[in-house]
């Protein structure tokens, strides 16, 4: 074989070198990707309703979508992400009456679902922006009939996007979640090395 002939071969050969050590990288990441945070009991979950609800027109045992507002965090690993989708329910829900009684209306947060995990909840509160204004909240397990914010007319209706807080019923195990590897790109035989287009043909 001519020392011409055996370029393109020694050419290749690299390549293939350079192809597996980019690749290193991103396995060791999608392993890392794997790696399980402890979320413990009570940890807040910011949530959305995604849908209008309304004493008059809702009833014990209605579900509702519900997602996730803000990034949940665990130290610096991020274990629920924004956007994040899961369900409420209707636990009571009464009609207004006449001489100016308003309706009555209970929700719960019931979960949300990361990957194929059903994150459980509880202490469901609405009216809340951010994690640390719990405290302050209108709580979701009180018939809320008598707070103005939502009641017009004697009929109590939570309009969507209105932001609420959960918690975590259990302690859960979850994957940190972290940004995906940009995709490497793989030389092949046609690869350009140093300007030089490489025909596998050559």
Known sequence: MSCGGA?????????????LLTWFPVIALAQDAGTLVT????????????????SNKNKIGDHFRITVAED??????????A???????????????AGGKAGE?????????????????????????GKDQAANSLAASMIIGPFAMFVKGGVITVPPATLGIAKTALEFKLPALVPAAP????????TTLGGEHESKFD
Do not use: C, N, W
């Open 39 to 54: 979320v413990p009991a009570l940890t807040p979950v910011p949530v959305r309703l995604e849908e209008p609800i309304s």
């Open 7 to 19: 370029a393109p071969i020694l050419r290749r050969m690299l390549a293939r070198r350079i192809a």
């Open 72 to 81: 949940v965090r665990v130290g610096d690993a991020l274990v629920i992400p």
């Open 183 to 190: 995709a490497s790109v793989v030389p092949t035989e046609e």
């Open 83 to 97: 956007g994040s989708a899961g369900e409420g329910e209707v636990i009571h829900a009464a009609r207004s009456g």
């Open 105 to 129: 209306l209970i929700l719960a947060a019931r979960y949300v679902r990361v990957g194929d995990i059903e994150v459980r909840l509880r202490s469901f509160a609405l009216g809340v922006v």
